[in-house]
C-alpha cells in the first residue's frame, strides 16, 4: 500500500507543479498595468512558396485593452477592447461580427485570465518562471476546425507564439518587449 501512495505521489507531481506554474504566470500577467514593444510576424501559407512577413508594434493597458499596429508591409490598426475588435485601415474603422468572445479571449490572456483560455483550450504547462511553455490544444470542435493548437514560449513576458491551422498554415509571432509596468500595491 505505501508503495502504491509513492507511486501516486510521484505520479501526481508534475500536475502539481504545472498547476504552480500557471497560477504563477497568472497571477504575474494580473499585475501588468501596461505593457508594449515590437513584433514579428512570419505567416506559412500552404499554398505558397514563401511565408508572409509583416512587422510593427504592440501595446497592451490593462483598462482599455490592446492595440496592434501593423507598419509593414501594409499598414493597419487592431483595437481590442472588451466590446470588441476593431480595424481600421486607410481610415475605414470596421467593427469585427462576432468578436466579443475572441477578444474576451485574447484580453484574457494578457490580463492573467486564465478561465477564458482554459474554457476554449486544454492548457499544458512546463518549465519554470525564468523560462515557460504553454501548449494549448482546442477542446471545442468549433475551434479545433480553425486551429490545431498554439505553444507560446516565454521568460518574464511572452517572447513567441506559434499558431498550427487545421488546414496546415502556421503563424509564428516574436515579440520584444519594450515597456513593462506593473500595477502599483
Not at 485574447?106 to 515557460?132: A, H, K, R, Y
Amino acid at each position: 500500500m505505501r508503495y502504491v501512495f509513492i507511486l501516486l505521489a510521484f505520479v501526481s507531481l508534475p500536475a502539481l507543479a504545472e498547476n504552480n506554474l500557471l497560477d504563477e504566470l497568472s497571477n504575474k500577467a494580473k499585475n501588468i498595468e501596461r505593457l508594449g514593444g515590437v513584433f514579428t510576424q512570419h505567416r506559412k501559407i500552404t499554398v505558397l512558396p514563401l511565408p508572409l512577413i509583416s512587422a510593427g508594434e504592440f501595446s497592451y493597458h490593462y483598462q482599455t485593452g490592446m492595440v496592434w499596429i501593423t507598419q509593414e508591409p501594409i499598414q493597419s490598426k487592431i483595437h481590442i477592447t472588451h466590446q470588441g475588435i476593431q480595424t481600421e485601415n486607410k481610415e475605414i474603422i470596421t467593427q469585427t461580427a462576432g468578436s466579443a468572445q475572441l477578444a474576451k479571449m485574447l484580453l484574457g490572456i494578457f490580463s492573467g485570465d486564465l478561465t477564458s483560455l482554459s474554457e476554449q483550450f486544454d492548457v499544458q504547462v512546463n518549465g519554470d518562471m525564468t523560462q515557460w511553455h504553454l501548449h494549448l490544444t482546442p477542446k471545442n470542435e468549433l475551434v479545433a476546425t480553425q486551429i490545431s493548437s498554439i505553444d507560446i514560449h516565454g521568460r518574464e513576458t511572452t517572447d513567441s507564439v506559434a499558431i498550427a491551422d487545421a488546414n496546415g498554415d502556421h503563424t509564428d509571432l516574436t515579440f520584444t518587449t519594450q515597456q513593462l509596468v506593473f500595477i502599483e500595491n
